[in-house]
């Protein structure tokens, strides 16, 4: 049995498995254990979203699709490990089983999988096996929810437990090292009628490195589903989990503040929970591929989401479907590897970070509020929180920010929020931007200095890189053209190394 994946000692591995403390090392405590170390270690993977609901345009399905439906001309696993590879990505994350049901492999327990269906690949162990030979880690991501198995249903939850403790043992002794199990769809029963310690025992057994995790881990009150946003973890100690064990927080794709917290609790115990992020590099917000080609995102929002989302120990996985070829599109295999050249990911070597944030909760002064609210003043956005936002009253407005003028930056980021717009599929949507012509001034030697205009709308990010460092005890961003009133989640006022 494969029990620990490389670098990790062989004798720490005796003390999970043979000695009698070996559950309270595998289960989270006040500190990193080996399953989050070895998480925050790897901290950037690629996400796939691959199975029958590819070949029907849809992003989740009721288990009626016809197995017969699965149908890649060019299945090319190896093509999505190498597309990682290149990239700069540490691990991959695979979808083995949506809501749906339909597995991407040849499991005993069911004939809704790939052996039924015209292309019998197993795709688990073809990614697997091409995690192997590029050096990538291999995570598996496992919906709870099932719309096609029949024991589901059954009134005793144990009976469904079963199936998915056989089937996930198949994936665990078929597949290598399996460095993570991401658990999704748990809203659709009581938490306690998952056996989530079932399975967390069971994972433990084959490898203690692997952190688990189910989506909407956090509640606000123990026993209560009320979710905590993650831009409400801000504070140790004051909220609970909802599903225990886990070994990090998820909400996808929600994203952490830059003060996120890492202790939470548990039957009056105090927990360590560092946090997974997912992205879709598509604009759109797709999981699944659509048969339609769709834009990807800009290269400076990207690289702005990764430095946030990988920041403070927390990882993130990057969305890139294949389509109903097989094969990851190019342009966004292209899209992902450019983002690893700029930020000079390789292996072995330490994840960048974004430099100092001087603007980071400084006070500040916007020209309007939209309906006079405080949820939507200027220091929204500078409160380090990509869910507040600054909303104005006035379609030409502006905001001043006080900075320390003995700091000194060459880096302005700036988050917009847009109008958005629901496509036909009822999940994705197409965003509209408000801002058009926008300046950045300073205040030099008693007088407003302009040293950025914008004659085009900003997108979803703008980061606007100066040639040089500047000084200043304001900062002023003037809106000068817009199709709505103006809002903005965050401006960030960075002094890059």
Not at 9 to 28: E, V, Y
Not at 274 to 303: A, G, M, Y
Not at 305 to 320: A, G, K, P, Q, R
């Amino acid at each position: 049995m494969k029990i620990l994946q490389k670098k990790i000692s062989g004798l720490l591995a005796l003390a999970f498995l043979f000695t009698d403390t070996s559950a309270q090392l595998q289960q989270p405590g006040t500190k990193p254990n080996l399953a989050q170390q070895a998480m925050i270690k790897r901290g950037y993977g690629m996400f796939i979203h691959f199975g029958v609901n590819t070949f029907a345009d849809v992003e989740w399905s009721d288990g009626t699709i016809p197995v017969e439906k699965y149908n890649p001309t060019s299945l090319d696993p190896e093509q999505w490990v190498r597309t990682a590879r290149d990239a700069g990505f540490r691990y991959v994350l695979l979808i083995t089983k949506h809501h749906d049901g339909f597995c991407l492999w040849d499991s005993k327990y069911t004939t809704y999988d790939v052996a039924s269906s015209p292309v019998k690949t197993d795709v688990v162990k073809a990614v697997s096996d091409a995690c192997k030979k590029y050096g990538l880690q291999f995570a598996i991501y496992y919906s709870l929810w099932d719309r096609h198995e029949p024991s589901y249903k059954d009134k005793d939850p144990q009976k469904y437990i079963d199936y998915m403790l056989k089937q996930l043992t198949e994936l665990f002794t078929n597949n290598g090292a399996i460095c993570e199990l991401w658990l999704d769809g748990g809203w659709d029963r009581k938490p306690q009628d998952w056996g989530i310690d079932q399975v967390y025992q069971l994972v433990k057994k084959f490898n203690p490195a692997c952190a688990v995790s189910v989506n909407h881990t956090i509640v606000n009150e123990e026993g209560k589903r009320n979710f905590t946003l993650p831009s409400k973890m801000t504070a140790d100690n004051k909220y609970y989990f909802q599903y225990f064990p886990s070994d990090f927080r998820l909400w996808d794709p929600k994203i952490i503040t830059r003060f996120d917290k890492k202790q939470y609790l548990h039957e009056g115990k105090s927990y360590y929970m560092p946090f997974e992020h997912t992205l879709c590099i598509s604009h759109r917000w797709n999981w699944f591929q659509k048969s339609v080609q769709l834009p990807t995102r800009e290269l400076d929002e990207l690289e702005e989401l990764f430095y946030w989302c990988t920041d403070n120990d927390n990882s993130l996985v990057m969305n890139i479907p294949p389509d109903q070829t097989g094969r990851i599109r190019e342009y966004e295999a292209l899209a992902a590897i450019t983002l690893g050249k700029r930020l000079g990911l390789a292996p072995g070597k330490p994840l960048p970070e974004n430099g100092k944030f001087i603007s980071e909760r400084k006070p500040v002064q916007a020209s309007s509020v939209w309906e006079g609210k405080a949820e939507y003043n200027g220091n929204m956005v500078t409160d380090g929180s990509l869910d507040s936002r600054w909303a104005s009253a006035d379609t030409l407005a502006s905001l001043e920010i006080t900075l320390d003028p003995a700091e000194s930056f060459n880096k302005i980021s700036i988050f917009e929020y847009k109008d958005t717009k629901d496509l036909a599929d009822g999940f994705s949507q197409v965003r509209l931007p408000r801002i058009q012509e926008y300046a950045v001034d300073i205040m030099q030697n008693g007088r407003w200095e302009t040293i950025y205009l914008g004659y085009e709308p900003m997108g979803d990010c703008k980061v606007i890189r100066l040639p040089k460092r500047y000084k200043t005890g304001r900062l002023r961003f003037r809106v000068t053209k817009a199709g709505n009133l103006p809002s903005i989640y965050e401006l960030s006022v960075i002094n890059m190394p």
